[in-house]
């Protein structure tokens, strides 16, 4: 099932406070250029919508949020619901994963990266496309903090299992820990979109947590 169209943006709405390029990020990292203090920062890889950027941030407002989202249409309405709520605690970056991790985020400097439902790119020629590769789960391990943490979750089982064993065979990472379903208070308490509408297809989620160890 293919995504449907997007709300349009309201263009009173500025964006500029919740929305980044790659160019506009502080370089070198400094996460008080980016929000305007020090304090703990989570990553989000593939934001889409924005759902889990808007309810974490706004639950945790002693953490700062990074999303990160390829797609700049993507990004622009995921920035939209932030600004519209006036949530200063996170931003969204036009920008590729792979270039945040490897190019611009020091060796640890995140409390958690939260990857949830990524492109499987479903093709065998088109694997090539994948998020996770040996290049990415390394610069994950180099940047999360000790005690840090990664959350993946995916709807596509064969896509679950190949990105664990990247992990597993390519970084020092504790887990995978399991991670249990939690029922949903209401019609959008999810972490995206993607888990929405596939727990209400009745449709399994595969989740997976793993810990960066303490040395």
Same mark, same amino acid.
């Given at each position: 099932?293919?995504?449907?169209?997007?709300?349009?943006?309201?263009?009173?709405?500025?964006?500029?406070?919740?929305?980044? *390029?790659?160019?506009?990020?502080? %370089?070198?990292?400094?996460?008080?250029?980016?929000?305007?203090?020090?304090?703990?920062?989570?990553?989000?890889?593939?934001?889409?919508?924005?759902?889990?950027?808007?309810?974490?941030?706004?639950?945790?407002?002693?953490?700062?949020?990074?999303?990160?989202?390829?797609?700049?249409?993507?990004?622009?309405?995921?920035?939209?619901?932030?600004?519209?709520?006036a949530i200063a605690n996170a931003v969204i970056a036009i920008a590729d994963a792979g270039r945040?991790?490897? %190019?611009?985020?020091?060796?640890?400097?995140?409390?958690?990266?939260?990857?949830?439902?990524?492109?499987?790119?479903?093709?065998?020629?088109?694997?090539?496309?994948?998020?996770? *590769?040996?290049?990415?789960?390394?610069?994950?391990?180099?940047?999360?903090?000790?005690?840090? *943490?990664?959350?993946?979750?995916?709807?596509?089982?064969?896509?679950?299992? *190949?990105s664990l064993d990247l992990l597993v065979t390519h970084t020092d990472l504790e887990g995978p820990?399991?991670?249990?379903?939690?029922?949903?208070?209401?019609?959008?308490?999810?972490?995206?979109?993607?888990e929405r509408r596939t727990r209400l297809q009745g449709q399994p989620v595969y989740r997976a %947590?793993?810990?960066?160890?303490?040395?």
């Amino acid at each position: 099932m293919g995504r449907r169209a997007l709300r349009k943006i309201d263009p009173s709405l500025d964006l500029s406070g919740n929305l980044k *390029t790659f160019d506009q990020l502080p %370089q070198p990292w400094d996460g008080a250029r980016l929000f305007g203090r020090r304090a703990p920062l989570e990553v989000e890889v593939g934001s889409g919508k924005g759902l889990f950027l808007r309810t974490a941030a706004s639950r945790r407002p002693e953490v700062d949020f990074l999303g990160i989202e390829i797609a700049p249409k993507y990004a622009r309405f995921a920035a939209a619901g932030l600004a519209k709520r006036a949530i200063a605690n996170a931003v969204i970056a036009i920008a590729d994963a792979g270039r945040i991790f490897g %190019q611009l985020l020091p060796p640890d400097s995140v409390a958690a990266v939260h990857i949830y439902f990524p492109d499987p790119w479903w093709k065998r020629r088109h694997e090539k496309r994948r998020l996770f *590769t040996e290049s990415l789960v390394r610069d994950l391990r180099r940047t999360l903090l000790p005690s840090g *943490t990664l959350h993946f979750w995916t709807d596509v089982e064969e896509y679950f299992r *190949t990105s664990l064993d990247l992990l597993v065979t390519h970084t020092d990472l504790e887990g995978p820990l399991s991670v249990a379903e939690i029922p949903a208070e209401h019609d959008m308490d999810y972490r995206t979109h993607f888990e929405r509408r596939t727990r209400l297809q009745g449709q399994p989620v595969y989740r997976a %947590q793993f810990r960066r160890p303490v040395e």
